[in-house]
C-alpha cells in the first residue's frame, strides 16, 4: 500500500513538472532592448566630446583617432547584435516596420560600399583606357582595381543582408 502512495505522490510531482514547463514555454519573450547599442554609442560619443577638450591639441586627436577607431566598429557590432536579436523576436505587426528602419543604416552603409568601388573601378579604367592622369600611380595591370571589388561585394552583401530576413 505503501508503493501506491509513493506512486501517487510521483504522479502529481511529474505533472506539476510537465504544467510548469508547459507554462514557461507559452510564456512570451520580450523584446530585444537596444539599450546596450544605445548605451555605448551615448558613451563614445561622450568620451570622444571629451577628448576635443584636452589640453595639448595633439594629445586630444591621438586620443580621438583611437576613440574613432576602436568606438565605431563596437557600436557597429553592438548594432548588429540588436537587429539579430530583434529578427528572432516572435513575429508582430509593428516588426515589419521597426525592422525596416533598423535595416535602414546597414542598407545606406552598403549602397556607398557599393558606389565607392564602382568609382574605384571606373577611375582606374579610365586611367588605363582613356586617359592617364598625373594622380593615378597603379599598375596597369588587374591589381590597380585595389579595393574595387571588395567593396562592391561588401556592399552588394549589406544591401541584400537586412532584407532578406
Known sequence: MSGMG????????????????RSSAEVKTAPPSPRPFLLGCLGWITILLFAMYLVPERLAWIFATFLLLLGIPIC???YWDFIRAFGEYPE?????????????PVAILGA???????????WVLYNLLVERQPEFQGPALLAGFGLGPGLIAFGWHLIRSPYSR
Open 76 to 78: 557597429i557590432l553592438l
Open 112 to 122: 556607398i560600399s557599393l558606389l565607392f568601388g564602382v568609382a574605384i573601378i571606373l
Open 92 to 104: 508582430t505587426r509593428p516588426k515589419g516596420v521597426v525592422a525596416v528602419l533598423l535595416a535602414a
Open 6 to 21: 509513493e506512486n501517487a505522490g510521483e504522479e502529481a510531482a511529474n505533472s506539476e513538472v510537465r504544467d510548469r514547463v
